[in-house]
């Protein structure tokens, strides 16, 4: 089970709008806890891992490169190294 720390919290209260722009999912760091778990969102600790981590999924990234892929609305910068990933 996938831990999240305060600073990933933090990081997907702030910016859930680039994946929910109709209305925020979690306005408390339990709300945002909570959703995380129930969509099994995954931190990694580098931008390959984005990379290996869509790959290891099977998402066909041929014509993404990595720049596109941190840029992608799933893919939130935590701003320590690590990316949190949303599977919305």
């Keep these: 089970m ?3 720390d ?9 910016k859930q709008g680039q994946l929910f722009p109709e209305e925020d999912v979690a ?3 339990e709300e945002a806890e ?3 778990e129930d969509c099994m969102a995954v931190v990694v600790n580098s931008a390959e891992e984005v990379l290996e981590y869509f790959d290891e999924e ?8 990595l720049e596109e892929l941190l840029e992608a609305d799933e893919v939130f910068e935590v701003g320590d190294g690590r990316y949190l990933i949303v599977e919305g």
């Excluded at 305060?6 to 702030?14: G, H, I, P, S």
């Design 58 to 65: 099977g998402i066909d990234m041929e014509a993404a490169g």
């Design 34 to 36: 909570a959703f995380l």
């Design 27 to 29: 306005s408390s760091p």
């Design 2 to 4: 996938q831990v999240y």
């Design 6 to 14: 305060d600073a990933v919290l933090e990081c997907f209260l702030k």
